[in-house]
């Protein structure tokens, strides 16, 4: 067995299945902001704002913000165990993926809960 | 036809480099790739392959043909010469020992690893382990495998992480002894695949199943594979 004390979850199979599921997150969230946005063409600011001041949607877009910070952790962690073989430069760029991941996960909560 | 080969001889050269070759097939005939290979080394007895059972079993002579990796001695002319030229190069991926003659030793360290013979640990029958027809027939797709490496040197999962990930051919290995009714040792052949490597770097891109000149489907395998690491965790 290999190991990697960088990864998600450190099992193979965990980072595979939170993949998984966090891309059907993103995959419905996806289709309903397709779908609010076709349905209500001629939206303007308030109904904008009001949307997001309802509590199920803050809760649906949390749950996709965060689906999205662990899914693209988990495929950046592969794209830098491809593409970079100096450990040293892979620990930076991770270190700098995974910095950058929190800061977008704390400032789109705060955006989030500022509407 | 124009042939362009791949030449690389580390005791004389310094780097490889490519070998034009104008050929004329004897009677314009649809031949093999490996014919092809016996009437340049006539010309030139210095080129290095692999050959031995010439019809397609033993796996030795895989190399990359006009782009795309199969068995020379098995492939006719016709399947891959474009606008009369032929580019031979050696397997992708793996070290060059000279010519089209590749070290398969990183490719073996994967299949060793899989421990490719059956484990059983109850007491051993007095003639042999019986299996029934459709317990037999579990293993249809996966035994026929040659190991001739067409597959993993296909693969760009194996090129980045030849020392982590196990690659097409061993992981179908893997799957055949996990799908075999006469194996006990599920649990620990599945406990050593867990990581993200071993298994997990295979993206599902299919190079395998296009290059098997067996026409075996090493991604079924894996996925079968995945499913048995879900059922066992979950």
Same mark, same amino acid.
């Given at each position: 067995?290999?190991?990697?004390?960088?990864?998600?979850? !450190?099992?193979?199979?965990?980072?595979?299945?939170?993949?998984?599921?966090?891309?059907?997150?993103?995959?419905?969230?996806?289709?309903?902001?397709?779908?609010?946005?076709?349905?209500?063409?001629?939206?303007?600011?308030?109904?904008?704002?009001?949307?997001?001041?309802?509590?199920?949607?803050?809760?649906?877009?949390?749950?996709?913000?965060?689906?999205?910070?662990?899914?693209?952790?988990?495929?950046?962690?592969?794209?830098?165990?491809?593409?970079?073989?100096?450990?040293?430069? !892979?620990?930076?760029?991770?270190?700098?993926?995974?910095?950058?991941?929190?800061?977008?996960?704390?400032?789109?909560?705060?955006?989030?809960?500022?509407? | 036809?124009?042939?362009?080969?791949?030449?690389? /001889?580390?005791?004389? &050269?310094?780097?490889?480099?490519?070998? &034009?070759?104008?050929? &004329?097939?004897?009677?314009?005939?649809?031949?093999?790739?490996?014919?092809?290979?016996?009437?340049?080394?006539?010309?030139?007895?210095?080129?290095?392959?692999?050959?031995?059972?010439?019809?397609?079993?033993?796996?030795? &002579?895989?190399?990359?043909?006009?782009?795309?990796?199969?068995?020379?001695?098995?492939?006719?002319?016709?399947?891959?010469?474009?606008?009369?030229?032929?580019?031979?190069?050696?397997?992708?991926?793996?070290?060059?020992?000279?010519?089209?003659?590749?070290?398969?030793?990183?490719?073996?360290?994967?299949?060793?690893?899989?421990?490719?013979?059956?484990? /059983?640990?109850?007491?051993?029958?007095?003639?042999?382990?019986?299996?029934?027809?459709?317990?037999?027939?579990?293993?249809?797709?996966?035994?026929?495998?040659?190991?001739?490496?067409?597959?993993?040197?296909?693969?760009?999962?194996? %090129? %980045?992480?030849?020392?982590?990930?196990?690659?097409?051919?061993?992981?179908?290995?893997?799957?055949?002894?996990?799908?075999?009714?006469?194996?006990?040792?599920?649990?620990?052949?599945?406990?050593?695949?867990?990581?993200?490597?071993?298994?997990?770097?295979?993206?599902?891109?299919?190079?395998?199943?296009?290059?098997?000149?067996?026409?075996?489907?090493?991604?079924?395998?894996?996925?079968?594979?995945?499913?048995?690491?879900?059922?066992?965790?979950?």
């Amino acid at each position: 067995m290999v190991t990697s004390i960088t990864s998600f979850g !450190r099992s193979g199979l965990y980072d595979w299945m939170v993949q998984r599921v966090t891309a059907v997150v993103l995959l419905a969230y996806t289709i309903f902001m397709i779908g609010y946005l076709l349905f209500n063409s001629d939206m303007d600011y308030m109904q904008w704002k009001s949307l997001f001041e309802c509590t199920s949607m803050r809760i649906f877009t949390l749950l996709a913000l965060l689906s999205m910070a662990a899914h693209a952790w988990i495929g950046l962690w592969s794209v830098t165990t491809d593409y970079i073989k100096p450990t040293g430069l !892979r620990f930076v760029v991770q270190s700098g993926c995974g910095l950058l991941t929190f800061i977008y996960v704390v400032w789109g909560i705060q955006i989030l809960w500022s509407v | 036809m124009l042939v362009s080969v791949y030449r690389y /001889n580390p005791e004389t &050269d310094d780097a490889p480099y490519m070998q &034009d070759i104008h050929i &004329d097939i004897p009677g314009g005939k649809d031949i093999m790739v490996l014919d092809l290979l016996h009437l340049l080394k006539e010309k030139d007895t210095s080129l290095g392959y692999r050959r031995s059972c010439r019809e397609g079993v033993c796996g030795s &002579d895989g190399m990359n043909m006009n782009g795309k990796n199969g068995l020379a001695c098995i492939t006719p002319l016709s399947a891959v010469v474009v606008d009369d030229k032929l580019v031979i190069r050696p397997l992708p991926g793996l070290p060059v020992i000279r010519d089209v003659v590749v070290d398969m030793s990183q490719f073996y360290k994967q299949y060793e690893k899989i421990k490719p013979f059956l484990i /059983n640990d109850t007491p051993a029958p007095t003639m042999e382990r019986l299996q029934s027809p459709a317990e037999r027939a579990e293993l249809d797709g996966l035994y026929e495998c040659i190991l001739c490496a067409c597959c993993t040197t296909a693969c760009p999962s194996f %090129w %980045w992480n030849p020392d982590k990930f196990i690659g097409p051919s061993g992981l179908l290995q893997a799957y055949r002894f996990l799908a075999d009714s006469r194996d006990t040792a599920t649990h620990e052949r599945l406990s050593e695949l867990d990581d993200p490597f071993s298994v997990f770097r295979c993206h599902g891109i299919m190079n395998c199943v296009s290059v098997c000149p067996k026409g075996l489907n090493p991604t079924k395998a894996i996925g079968k594979i995945r499913n048995m690491l879900l059922q066992q965790a979950t």
